[in-house]
């Protein structure tokens, strides 16, 4: 019940939804894109000509464009559930599209965490392996 | 300021769910523009000490592009800037919009939402732009083949 109460102050005044319409349009069209995007480089893959480690290519562009569709769906909701709380005033899809932006932020977080990670493991192992020699 | 209470009395409000949600996006972006600002602050270091060198290389891949060598450099300080204008947006999001709600002022959230606007703008019109690029790119690929 305490969830669902009013523990802020916070309203949505016509300014800031006006700026929430404008940031959920931009996101929809930063969404769509991405998927576009993915779409192409996996086509690109498939049609190049070049033969060595197109296997290997495949299934990089793969990763990446399965990330990028997954990390896209949640700013999609974000953009779709916003807009549509602004139109029909909707407390509930509000939050959704707040949670969905939070996830999509979060994910990205832990994505850049777990590449620098990767690669500051990289380094200790160049560094001990040109140390061995 | 009253008309504004009695604007927002019957609308959407930040409730606890999504004031903490926001809270934690709030972090999050913080976190992801102060990376942007020291992958930038690498950007720009080399970019100043290795410009010669970066000329030198792109003089190779291309030859008899000489001259282009100069406006790729300058290329890649342009999007070094917009990078940079980009993260600030993106800071200035989480800043402002963690204040608003810890502050509960009305005026800092707003400004705070205002920057997300305007970062979500700033993408978007890159991504536009990105787009067409590959896409031309795409069909060329197409044809020549």
Redesign the interface.
């Known amino acids: 019940m305490e969830n669902s109460g009013n523990l802020f102050n916070i309203g949505i005044d016509p300014e800031t939804r006006d700026h929430l319409y404008q940031a959920a349009k931009w996101a929809r069209i930063i969404a769509i894109i991405s998927f576009i995007s993915a779409g192409l480089g996996l086509i690109s893959v498939l049609t190049g000509d070049e033969e060595v480690n197109k296997t290997a290519m495949f299934i990089a562009t793969l990763i990446f464009a399965g990330i990028s569709i997954t990390l896209n769906i949640f700013l999609l909701r974000f953009a779709n559930n916003t807009k549509s709380s602004l139109s029909t005033m909707s407390q509930e899809h509000f939050n959704e599209g707040i949670t969905s932006l939070h996830t999509y932020f979060k994910v990205i977080g832990i994505l850049i965490i777990i590449f620098l990670s990767l690669f500051v493991i990289g380094i200790l192992f160049f560094i001990v392996g040109m140390g061995m020699r | 300021m009253e008309q504004?209470?009695e604007?927002?009395?019957?609308?959407?409000?930040?409730?606890?769910?999504?004031?903490s949600?926001?809270k934690?996006?709030a972090k999050?972006?913080r976190?992801?523009s102060i990376?942007s600002f020291i992958c930038l602050g690498f950007g720009l270091v080399a970019l100043v000490f290795g410009a010669q060198a970066m000329s030198e290389v792109i003089r190779k891949a291309m030859p008899g592009m000489e001259a282009f060598s100069g406006v790729m450099v300058g290329a890649i300080g342009v999007a070094l800037v917009i990078l940079t204008w980009t993260t600030i947006l993106l800071y200035r999001f989480s800043n402002l919009t963690s204040e608003?709600?810890r502050r509960?002022?009305?005026e800092l959230?707003?400004n705070g939402?205002?920057a997300?606007?305007n970062y979500?703008?700033i993408?978007?019109f890159f991504?536009?732009l990105?787009?067409l690029i590959?896409?031309g790119t795409?069909i060329f690929?197409?044809t020549k083949?």
């Open positions: 504004t209470n604007e927002t009395l019957f609308n959407l409000q930040l409730d606890h769910d999504s004031g949600h926001l934690e996006t999050w972006s976190f992801l990376i608003g709600i509960q002022d009305q959230f707003r939402i205002k997300l606007k979500f703008t993408y978007g991504s536009v990105g787009l590959n896409v795409f690929e197409l083949n």
